[in-house]
């Protein structure tokens, strides 16, 4: 199962779609001029090229480990981009580890090596292509099998940090962007309990694809509430060793989460007709074989 999953993502970065190019000022005003005339020109394309440039920043050195970032309105200026789409690109960042925000003082690079490389940024870039369906697939498919290996391997420090974000997604209930951070700081530390490299990885590059589609749609979510009672759920069964009650319980949060994300997307303006477009175009159903 894991050698088709990796067949399948070195389709999508070898076969199918060409790499991110090079991440300027000038390519994220373009791509602004571009989603003003063009609605396939999502918002989600300029949020990871400022992903892209922010994480170029670190790797240069011009943001070092536990270094501040600069104040939203000079780093908007900047990168040439609005600050909402600074501040999906800063969500997307601390969603992924890379970025830490703490209340009262700004946000900062984390400490150690960085948890997001060029490579993950060239497949996320190719699963924009592909709809919600296949990627809830990958996911069950990959989390049900970590969830249970989580059970069994997962360390003291794995489970204090589950356990936090359990809280944390308690606390942010009526705050839905910043349930999603925690939501999916979750799942990237369960992928990380089961001490399988690859899986990991693999896990990692579908969290972020999922984040977002996710980011754009859940201020609409009407069971956060439940959401947050799954995730304990699948806590305590890693809690108790129980491989088997984590795989099951896993399985229904995703069931769950997707018929949840679906009733978003529903009740986002204009979204329902952006996805119907979406379907209907030929690479967005059946890409190249």
């Known amino acids: 199962m894991v050698v088709y999953v990796c067949g399948v993502l070195r389709f999508f ?8 190019a090079k991440v300027t000022p000038k390519t994220i005003s373009s791509l602004q001029k571009k989603k003003k005339t063009d609605p396939s020109c999502s918002q989600s394309k300029l949020t990871m090229h400022v992903v892209e440039h922010l994480r170029q920043m670190i790797q240069k050195g011009e943001l070092e480990p536990g270094a501040r970032l600069p104040a939203e309105r000079d780093l908007a200026l900047r990168l040439n981009v609005s600050r909402a789409s600074l501040r999906a690109g800063i969500g997307f960042l601390s969603a992924m580890g890379v970025l830490q925000s703490r209340h009262g003082s700004g946000t900062f690079v984390a400490e150690g090596p960085p948890a997001l490389d060029g490579s993950m940024l060239q497949v996320l870039g190719s699963l ?6 296949q ?3 990958a ?4 989390e049900q099998s970590l969830a249970g290996l989580a059970a069994e391997r997962a360390t003291a ?3 204090s940090i589950l356990a936090e974000e359990v809280v944390e997604m308690r606390a942010a209930l009526d705050n839905p962007q910043e349930y999603l951070i925690h939501d999916v700081r979750f799942h990237r530390t369960l992928a990380a309990a089961a ?4 899986l990991t990885a693999l896990m990692e590059t579908v969290i972020a694809a999922l984040y977002g589609q996710r980011r754009e749609t859940v201020e609409y979510a009407q069971d956060l509430k439940e959401s947050a009672g799954m995730h304990r759920a699948i806590y305590r069964a890693i809690r108790a060793r129980d491989a088997r ?3 099951r319980t896993m399985a229904l949060h995703l069931t769950n989460a997707q018929l949840a994300q679906a009733q978003e997307t529903a009740a986002t303006p204009g979204k329902s007709l952006r996805m119907a477009r979406k379907k209907s175009h030929p690479k967005a159903n059946s890409g190249k074989k």
């Open 13 to 20: 970065v070898c076969d199918t779609l060409p790499a991110m």
């Open 157 to 159: 420090q794995h489970l």
């Open 128 to 133: 924009h292509g592909y709809g919600p369906e």
């Open 195 to 198: 001490a399988n490299p690859i």
């Open 245 to 247: 009650k984590a795989r």
């Open 139 to 142: 996911r069950l498919i990959l």
């Open 135 to 137: 990627m809830f697939e």
